[in-house]
């Protein structure tokens, strides 16, 4: 006989106090204190930090202030101050800027120079070209541009006195535009043969006292034409008003020189190898170039403003072009250029969160032309733009000690050839916090990974020491609660420590205890096992012999029949046991010894017999033929009788079971049960063929009142047909409920 496990009554678990914990809550708050102190002392130290930080902003609040102040008295910050405008984007060499003296003395070589240099105009390349675009503080000055420039060249060819064809010479382009004008000119380079008579050039040394070495330098004029090109015509003259001048320095930029060749030699590596590359030496460039538009201008009626509004529109461009096609020495487009010292690179000195306003106060040239500059205001980079989350921000703030030193605010003065600047510093400590937060959220790691250690110890020794040993302790509480039960037997069936076991000092004590809890364990199953079997037994015997039991009654139905009450005290033993419990597994364990049955015949005679049974009104309709088939005669017979006794409980009175023989195919037989009876819910439809599965609500009114139905007729039905090699089902189907037998035919 099959029998499944029996399952043991669960477990009752008493209640522990704190004291049996005591261990496991020192354990937690050792943890959780060693957290919280971590947390505080993390906390402690960004308040001090950030009480310091605020302390050392506010002491550099001024120094930041006169860092300012100094920028601004000096040349490069007076001229930014003239020129508020001045931009920083690839256009920077070619707008003009607005000089703080009227005019550049631009024939005498060191005057220009200097002027370039203390002015701070100069825009700067990466080859040490550099060049300044300006115009004087005066409108009255001849409104002109000033070009003075510095630059690496190698020896110049002149122009020859003459000489319309420009494309062998070295020669400058120049070219402004403006409001819509574009004025060129093309100014070739003409030596000076007596450099004594060059305006402002200091008188030459004789010639004795000139080393023989010594490389010969080059001074000339850069005489100005209208550009038509590389070719002057006959008739073409030197604008009057564009001056021009080129001063060429006598040493090599190098290690050694040539005079004779105008090279310069470096030495390299090899033994008695030399490189030769051309001579390049210093030049500077000074070019005056009119603008017909400012002259127009002085006759206008107001007074022009100066500069010009639009200064900043106007685009000037410097080309020092070599002999031939070649690309050009020098191109003030060239990208690449440093611009000149601008407001916008006071930015840099700014803490983030910091404003600078700087304010026109008076001036000369305020009064001139009745307007003043507009303030200018400067702001350092964006505290919101440093990476810090907002919690951490917002926890900065609520930190206590905080906002100590107040609102910051400084002023100081400036004061230029053009008037006076006031400028107002306001700081912020909402940068001071930004930056702390953004320095605290690199630390936080620190913190977290701290933190994080924590917590990955307390779980490891929770998981694998503290809750086990909590689980033990409650188990062992009930082990010893439930055995002062008299019916211990029936209390161990939730207690087990088998997944505590391990290697361990706890995990070796679990597992003896769990070998000692199975022992015991299998001992109470064997116990129920044997009692079920026995009564599981005892229920199937009941079960098969109450079907001839009901026969018999039938037969000697009489009270005068001496059988009768024989028959009867049967009965009520056989119902007395079978009552005990479910004989399921008697069933499924039986065995049939399955031979070849004609089914016609057998069903014939079960339809003339059935009211033996107490089955009335059972039709058969015969095949007309003999149909063999493979089954066992007497558990047939119950199968059948079965079914028909529970079409017989739901039919309605009177109405007929009829009994059809199918022939599916050449291997099956189907044997076919109606009953008119009501139809069956399609989620009990398999369900019905379970073991206990029965219906309360069916009127058994005509059953025998001390018969009790255990919903097994049809689990007896199932279980005889599969091991008959057959099948049966259920289905619904119009005016009742039809079983179908599936039987295998026989040979």
């Given amino acids: 006989m099959k029998l499944g496990p029996v399952e043991l009554p669960a477990l009752d678990v008493p209640r522990l106090g704190l004291a049996a914990f005591r261990r496991r809550l020192v354990f937690h708050g050792v943890f959780l204190l060693l957290a919280l102190s971590t947390l505080a002392l993390a906390l402690l130290l960004l308040s001090e930090e950030r009480q310091r930080s605020q302390q050392r902003y506010a002491q550099g609040f001024r120094k930041t202030l006169g860092e300012v102040a100094a920028q601004l008295r000096h040349p490069a910050g007076q001229l930014a101050l003239l020129n508020p405008g001045l931009g920083q984007g690839p256009e920077a060499a070619q707008v003009p800027l607005r000089l703080p003296y009227a005019a550049i003395d631009f024939d005498d070589p060191n005057k220009a120079r200097q002027a370039m240099e203390l002015a701070g105009c100069g825009v700067r390349w990466r080859n040490g070209d ?22 690496d060249t190698p020896p110049l060819q002149p122009r020859e006195q003459g000489s319309i064809e420009l494309s062998a010479v070295h020669r400058a382009r120049v070219s402004v535009d403006y409001r819509g004008q574009v004025s060129q000119w093309v100014a070739p380079f003409e030596r000076l043969e007596r450099p004594e008579r060059e305006p402002g050039a200091a008188r030459p040394e004789p010639p004795e006292a000139t080393p023989a070495a010594a490389p010969a330098a080059q001074r000339g004029r850069l005489t100005g034409f209208v550009d038509h090109g590389d070719r002057l015509e006959v008739r073409d003259r030197p604008v009057r008003d564009f001056r021009g001048w080129l001063w060429q320095e006598g040493p090599c930029i190098g290690i050694g020189t040539s005079t004779s060749t105008g090279t310069s030699t470096t030495a390299s590596t090899g033994p008695d190898t030399r490189t030769t590359e051309p001579c390049r030496r210093r030049t500077l460039i000074s070019i005056r170039l009119p603008v017909e538009v400012f002259r127009e201008a002085l006759f206008a009626r107001p007074a022009p403003a100066w500069p010009p509004a639009d200064l900043a529109q106007m685009r000037v461009r410097l080309r020092l072009l070599p002999p031939g096609d070649a690309a050009p020495l020098f191109d003030s487009t060239t990208p690449g250029a440093a611009p000149a010292f601008t407001l916008h690179d006071l930015r840099a000195g700014l803490a983030p969160g910091e404003t600078l306003r700087i304010e026109h106060v008076a001036g000369s040239s305020a009064k001139a032309t009745g307007q003043a500059p507009a303030p200018i205001t400067l702001r350092g980079a964006s505290a919101e733009a440093l990476p810090a989350p907002h919690w951490l921000l917002a926890l900065i703030r609520r930190l206590p000690g905080a906002d100590a030193v107040g609102p910051l605010q400084a002023t100081d003065t400036v004061d230029a050839s053009h008037g006076r ?15 702390l937060a953004a320095t605290a959220t690199r630390l936080s790691w620190i913190v977290g990974a701290m933190l994080a250690a924590i917590g990955l110890a307390w779980l490891t020794i929770e998981v694998g020491l503290i809750r086990r040993v909590a689980v033990l302790t409650r188990r062992a509480a009930a082990v010893s609660y439930n055995m002062q039960d008299p019916q211990v037997d029936r209390r161990l069936g939730d207690l087990n420590v088998a ?12 597992g003896s205890l769990a070998d000692l809890l199975q022992r015991v364990k299998d001992s109470l199953r064997r116990e129920h096992i044997r009692a079920e079997q026995e009564r599981d037994m005892w229920h199937a015997v009941g079960h098969e012999i109450m079907s001839p039991l009901q026969s018999l009654m039938v037969l000697h139905g009489d009270p005068a029949d001496p059988s009768h009450r024989y028959v009867q005290r049967m009965q ?18 039986a065995t049939l010894e399955v031979g070849t049955l004609e089914l016609d015949e057998f069903l014939r005679h079960v339809a003339d017999n059935a009211h033996f049974a107490g089955i009335e ?4 309709a015969s095949a007309g033929r003999p149909v063999p088939v493979r089954a066992e005669a007497y558990s047939l017979e119950d199968v059948v009788t079965h079914v028909m006794r529970n079409a017989d409980r739901y039919r309605p009175p009177g109405t007929p079971i009829t009994l059809s023989l199918d022939l599916a195919d050449d291997t099956t037989a189907r044997v076919r049960i109606h009953n008119p009876g009501p139809a069956i819910a399609p989620d009990a439809i398999e369900r019905i063929f379970e073991y206990g599965v029965t219906d309360p609500g069916a009127d058994d009114s005509d059953a025998d009142p001390q018969r009790e139905r255990r919903g097994q007729g049809l689990f007896v039905a199932r279980t005889y047909m599969a091991k008959m090699g057959g099948t049966i089902r259920a289905e619904n189907v119009e005016g009742g409920v039809v079983f179908t037998l599936g039987l295998a035919r026989a040979a």
């Fill in 130 to 151: 550099s060049l300044c675009v300006a115009v004087g503080s005066n409108a009255y000055a001849g409104g002109f541009v000033y070009l003075v420039g510095l630059l």
């Fill in 421 to 435: 600047y006031r400028l107002v510093l306001d700081g912020s400590l909402e940068a001071v916090d930004q930056g």
């Fill in 499 to 510: 997944d505590l076991r391990g290697k361990d000092e706890l995990g070796i004590l679990a």
């Fill in 572 to 589: 009520q033993a056989v119902r007395v046991l079978y009552g005990t419990a479910s004989p399921g597994e008697a069933i499924e364990s």
């Fill in 617 to 620: 009104g059972v039709h058969y």
